[in-house]
């Protein structure tokens, strides 16, 4: 059975950084996307980040670009998500998630069938 675990969340003033965590476990060796997700308060849950392992490629939501980088490592099978200056609207709680059967890294979160119970993220100004 696969689990995704988030952890790393926690409050922060505007301007600092974050690393979130995603430890994935259940999956044999094979190339898989990963993603970031959040979902503030009132909003619709979106896109942050994602990542194929198989080749390492990734992309990004605009409204993160530059500020974020999204990264694995294969011999621990943790996702990570650091985020620099991060700004109040940054607050939500963030969810990990994964699926097979991609060869691109992708933020249709329909896709994903494994997600995280999330670890929440609150930046004050």
């Known amino acids: 059975q696969v689990q995704v675990v988030e952890s790393g969340g926690g409050s922060v003033q505007a301007g600092g950084s974050l690393r979130l965590s995603c430890g994935v476990s259940?999956?044999?060796?094979?190339?898989?996307?990963m993603g970031w997700f959040r979902q503030a308060p009132g909003k619709e849950r979106e896109g942050v980040a994602s990542?194929?392992?198989?080749?390492?490629?990734?992309i990004y939501a605009d409204s993160v670009k530059g500020r974020v980088t999204i990264s694995y490592d294969n011999g621990k099978r943790t996702l990570y998500l650091q985020m620099n200056n991060l700004a109040p609207e940054d607050t939500a709680m963030y969810h990990c998630?994964?699926?097979?059967?991609?060869?691109?890294?992708?933020?249709?979160?329909?896709?994903?069938?494994?997600w995280g119970q999330g670890t929440q993220v609150t930046v004050s100004s």
């Open positions: 259940g999956y044999t060796f094979v190339s898989r996307c």
């Open positions: 998630a994964a699926r097979l059967g991609c060869s691109v890294p992708t933020l249709d979160q329909q896709s994903y069938k494994d």
């Open positions: 990542l194929y392992t198989g080749t390492y490629t990734t």
